[in-house]
């Protein structure tokens, strides 16, 4: 067996005994398995297992390294989990399946008007800078409101969660909180949150899409 598939299945079993230690109400998260900059000769072990979701955070290098490959596996979901650019729209929308990066209202309107155009939904996380870091892209936790009505009601996009990045060296399980508060309030169904370094943490929040990465394939080259 490959080593990124090994790894895979054994994060698979950590998950499995984290879920049955905290109880019933508790659902299996998904895992995506982050692929960027790594070769499909690490993932398609994955793939041939039967793994379903995969992120990527470069349109370019998406459609390099994934167009031929959704082509044959038409089942897979792809996820674009990094900054997108509005230039890069079209290029997304055709390709991703899954959008975790929608932070601000031209992107909104732009994803928008090219749903129209190539007659196709994606479902998208609203990424919230949950830390308030000014570095950090996301929509601040007082402009949620407004932007998830005009999201949903104006332009008719499929919002199916949010999505964080918590500030580094920190308490992630406040952040998470203050995540699961969030989709309660507004009555969302999904949360991204959760990376190699603390998925476990996040799992006791609810989270419904873990982006683990170099916990399977190892560090990015």
């Not at 900059?37 to 998406?62: C, F, R």
């Not at 800078?129 to 332009?155: P, T």
């Not at 006791?204 to 560090?219: E, T």
């Amino acid at each position: 067996m490959h080593n990124s598939l090994d790894n895979l299945i054994e994060i698979q079993k950590e998950i499995q005994l984290k879920i049955g230690s905290l109880g019933t109400t508790f659902k299996i998260p998904k895992i995506i398995a982050v692929t960027k900059t790594h070769p499909m000769i690490s993932i398609l072990p994955l793939i041939n297992h039967g793994h379903l979701d995969y992120g990527e955070n470069k349109v370019q290098e998406a459609i390099d390294k994934w167009q031929s490959i959704k082509f044959d596996f038409k089942h897979l979901n792809l996820h674009m989990i990094g900054k997108l650019q509005s230039n890069k729209v079209k290029y997304a929308i055709s390709l991703f399946d899954f959008i975790h990066s929608l932070d601000n209202l031209k992107l909104a309107e732009k994803i928008s008007s090219e749903q129209i155009k190539q007659n196709k939904k994606v479902k998208l996380f609203i990424q919230i800078n949950i830390g308030e870091e000014e570095q950090k892209s996301g929509v601040s936790i007082s402009n949620i409101e407004g932007f998830y009505k005009n999201c949903v009601h104006d332009l008719g996009l499929d919002i199916v969660g949010f999505m964080c990045l918590p500030p580094n060296n920190s308490d992630v399980s406040s952040y998470f909180l203050k995540m699961q508060n969030l989709i309660i309030n507004f009555q969302a169904k999904e949360l991204s949150m959760g990376m190699s370094s603390d998925y476990i943490e996040a799992i006791k929040f609810n989270s419904s899409y873990l982006r683990i990465g170099s916990k399977i394939f190892g560090k990015r080259s």
